[in-house]
């Protein structure tokens, strides 16, 4: 998979991913920013928590109201992020770019989750495991889109989450 290197491919890739995982993208962005480190501690731990508990049989469907609409902030805020600092125009199109594919990807992300998790057997263990594949699968997009290759971020700080080589 060829990495991402524009920064509207990764605004739109970023929020594609959290519309499937709403905590991830945000996750990523905090990544490379220059925030406090408890807020970028508290975004890794957020992302982790919603990985965990993707997986548990009595959690709502991301495309229930409440969820969906948080997706959908949460996308358009991730691409917006992405594409800072080039002007109103760029800015409002980030929203809308992020906005739209946070919302689509949430209901493809459904969709193919729904069909894994029934060529799995169904039930909670198939969906389970749907869930781990759909995760992965998320991930390699980060990895595409350039975010979980910089060992650094944008201010030269170490990530806590680079595995040594």
């Not at 996308?75 to 199109?93: H, K, N, P």
């Not at 689509?104 to 594949?133: C, H, K, S, Y």
């Amino acid at each position: 998979m060829a990495r991402a290197t524009g920064s509207w491919s990764r605004a739109a890739a970023l929020a594609a991913i959290t519309g499937s995982r709403t905590a991830l993208g945000p996750a990523l962005v905090a990544r490379r920013k220059v925030r406090p480190a408890w807020l970028r501690a508290a975004a890794y731990l957020a992302a982790a928590a919603e990985l965990i508990g993707d997986k548990l049989p009595r959690v709502p469907n991301r495309t229930a109201p409440a969820g969906l609409a948080l997706r959908i902030v949460s996308g358009a805020g991730v691409a917006r992020a992405i594409v800072r600092g080039r002007g109103r125009a760029a800015a409002a199109a980030a929203l809308v770019v992020g906005a739209a594919a946070a919302f689509a990807t949430a209901f493809v992300g459904l969709r193919l989750r729904r069909r894994l998790t029934r060529r799995l057997g169904g039930g909670p263990v198939a969906n389970a495991f749907a869930g781990a594949i759909e995760d992965a699968a998320l991930l390699a997009i980060a990895w595409g889109a350039g975010e979980l290759c910089s060992p650094r971020t944008s201010a030269g700080v170490r990530d806590p989450l680079r595995v040594p080589t």
